[in-house]
């Protein structure tokens, strides 16, 4: 009779303080009063302790994979070359301390993205429990809190296009601070990445905000490795087999030269006879450097190729024009610099 008359005043679903005070006391003021004070605020804190308890085991596991993320090798195993580099190449296009810093960067902010997720939903969930212990029905406030989520979604569309087209671009590593890109209208270098905008700083200075969600396509001249091709003309009176051995000649010197031995991955190879043009011939010549070295290493070759065809004698060929004009003493076409020849201007 005592356990019926207890649980008619503290349902099962109550507070324990309340059925242990009613069955201490036989009072059920002093019941309520005790599940008031004791029985709701403990149940509040452990609700709370169980989510600080989920979020720091939720952030220790995001840190052990990010930990882990950081010291993987994209492409292979640390130590060893990856991308299908060359051995001499794979350190110079995944172990450089820029190639290393960017991939920390890139982990660190998916991180910072997953925890603050996880402490946004732990929040939400402990907080409407919270609310549905003390006696309040959060039935409509979670159907408030749908209604106002598709109202949100509806008018941030292009702001959850930003940040869930940023995820991926983190995700798949299309470019990182420091590259050299063409994003359609900015070209430049690249100076912050976001969740939700990518800057860059073009040739001119020129700094572009450039909304992630905009962007349709990524061109990267600084991911894994470069490639340099130069296009050398010479005259059609050249022995063609003695140009291409100067230039290998030259290229493989430059292969040589300690000061380029990080920023050329590959020996350049000469590639041979690449158009017969109406001023020379042109002969093409391919340089694999690291990645955004390639315009470094260009102006030295050519430099050095200048400075061999000069000693070689090989001529570089200058446009040839032929300039006719009409002498209007004997209506005749004359060439350039004929008696009587006027001065004009033709192709």
Known sequence: MFAIDTYGACEPDQAWSCRITRELTGNDTAASLAELLLGKPAAVLGIILLGVLGRWVLHRIIDRLVRRAEHSMMGGRPGKPGLGLPPQGAEAAGGTPVVSHRRKQRTRTLGSLLKSVATGVIIAVVGIMALSEIGVNVAPLIASAGIVGVALGFGAQSLVSDVISGVFMLVEDQYGVGDEV???????????????????????????????????????????????????SVGYGEDLERVNRILREASHDMWEDEDYRGQILEEPTVL????????????????????????????????????????????????????????????????????????????
């Open 182 to 232: 063409d994003l359609g209208e900015a070209i430049g270098t690249v100076e912050a990445v976001s969740l939700r905008v990518t800057r860059v700083r073009d040739i001119h200075g020129t700094v572009w905000y450039v909304r992630n969600g905009e962007i349709v396509r990524v061109g990267n001249q600084s991911q894994n490795w470069s490639k340099s091709v130069l296009d050398i």
């Open 272 to 347: 041979g006879i690449q158009d017969l043009g109406v001023d020379g011939v042109t002969v093409r010549l391919s340089i694999k450097t690291a990645p955004g070295e390639q315009w470094a290493v260009s102006r030295e070759m050519r430099l050095r190729i200048k400075n061999r065809f000069d000693a070689e004698g090989i001529e570089i060929p200058l446009p040839q024009r032929v300039v006719w004009s009409r002498d209007p003493r004997h209506g005749e076409a004359a060439g350039a610099g004929a008696p009587g020849g006027a001065t004009g201007a033709g192709a």
